[in-house]
């Protein structure tokens, strides 16, 4: 599965609840694929996304969803612990693992060789993980994450690679906060 | 008379500070165990501070008024996050931090992040403002009236004397 076809899988099972999405080719291939209000483009701060999702979803009641990278998550593997202590029912955490660090020019991450973002969210008090590589899986993981109570950690195998004809994402910061918080009220 | 930790967490409280995050600290380790117990806010620990500005930008896109309670040391894991996350988003994050290194510190290796601190939050573009004594602490009202209303983050140094009423 290519992580755009992951990405317009997500976004369809999400619907109109608030999707956060890390930066780079993920944050392009959202925009490309299913931009909208309720999508928060972060374009710095690597690693802060599966972070911001948790202070949405402990802050008002309703589903938010994360989409966060392998290598990412790598950088702030202790936002899954305290994902795990503060157990945010609310919280669907995406990892899209594509095995590579893909802005960076695809060097091979951890999770090519020893690294199991699963297994680490498992071990960190996540109850409900899943680990799907096709897009009826994850279709069906996402499912299960909209209508059950979370924390929810889904980890996707991706091909690496990106879609082609992306942009730049044509928002300037106080645009696409704006249009956030305007559309989460 | 009232204590320091208890003036501080009625003065935050009272400016509208609804949601917390906290890397344990001694000297706020009173602050923290009020939080705990206190069921008319948010709150969670994280494991260091860099995470805290993640949670706390996400919380006040949701409406939420977020403060992470910290010692200075961890400042340095958080300066990517506080430029292109809170400055370039602009939100009013407030750090509140135990100022270790300062007069009165008793390990060495705390001095030299004591001594950078404040250049390092001007550097970050975080209004910084020192608290010297818990008279001070109408600093602390405007400051974070300031924050909000300039949708910029905002940092507030308790040192020693703060808590131990030595200057």
């Known amino acids: 599965m290519k992580r755009f076809e992951a990405i317009g899988i997500i976004a369809d099972r999400a619907g109109a609840i608030p999707v956060v999405c890390t930066l780079g080719h993920t944050c392009q291939e959202l925009f490309k694929t299913a931009d909208r209000p309720t999508n928060f483009y972060m374009l710095g701060s690597m690693g802060m996304a599966s972070s911001i999702g948790l202070g949405i979803a402990l802050s008002r009641p309703g589903k938010v969803v994360a989409i966060d990278g392998d290598a990412a998550v790598t950088m702030n593997m202790g936002s899954l612990a305290t994902i795990g202590h503060a157990q945010p029912a609310d919280l669907i ?83 696409i906060r704006n249009r956030f918080m305007d559309a989460l009220k | 008379m009232s204590n320091p930790t208890d003036l501080l967490y009625d003065t935050v409280r009272a400016a509208g500070v ?110 910084c403002h020192d608290i010297p004594h818990p008279g001070a602490l109408e600093q602390v009202s405007q400051g974070i009236a300031d924050a909000w209303r300039d949708q910029r983050p905002a940092a507030f140094l308790f040192p020693f004397s703060f808590w131990t009423g030595k200057e």
Do not use: W
């Not at chain 1, 695809?106 to 899943?130: E, T, W």
């Not at chain 1, 096709?134 to 499912?143: F, I, K």
């Not at chain 2, 009173?30 to 993640?54: N, Q």
């Open chain 1, 93 to 175: 955490l995406v990892i899209l693992d594509n095995q590579a660090n893909g802005a960076t020019g695809f060097q091979p991450s951890m999770s090519a060789r020893s690294l199991r973002l699963d297994q680490v969210a498992r071990g960190c008090g996540i109850a409900a993980v899943s680990r799907v590589g096709d897009p009826a899986g994850l279709a069906t993981a996402m499912n299960t994450a909209m209508n059950t109570a979370g924390p929810h950690v889904i980890v996707v195998d991706v091909e690496t690679g990106v879609m082609p004809g992306l942009q730049i994402i044509p928002m300037g910061p106080a645009d």
């Open chain 2, 18 to 127: 609804d949601f917390f995050t906290s890397v344990p600290c001694k000297l706020l380790g009173d602050f923290i165990t009020r939080l705990s117990a206190d069921g008319t806010v948010a709150y969670t620990p994280v494991s260091r501070e860099e995470e805290a500005v993640g949670i706390m930008a996400g919380a006040f896109m949701a409406g939420r008024r977020p403060a992470l309670v910290m010692q200075n040391s961890g400042f340095g894991n958080s300066i990517n996050a506080v430029l292109s996350l809170l400055n370039y988003y602009r939100i009013p994050a407030l750090f509140l931090i135990s100022h270790r290194g300062s007069e009165g510190e008793f390990i060495e290796a705390q001095k030299l992040m004591g001594n950078a601190i404040g250049d390092l939050l001007r550097v970050a573009g975080v209004a």
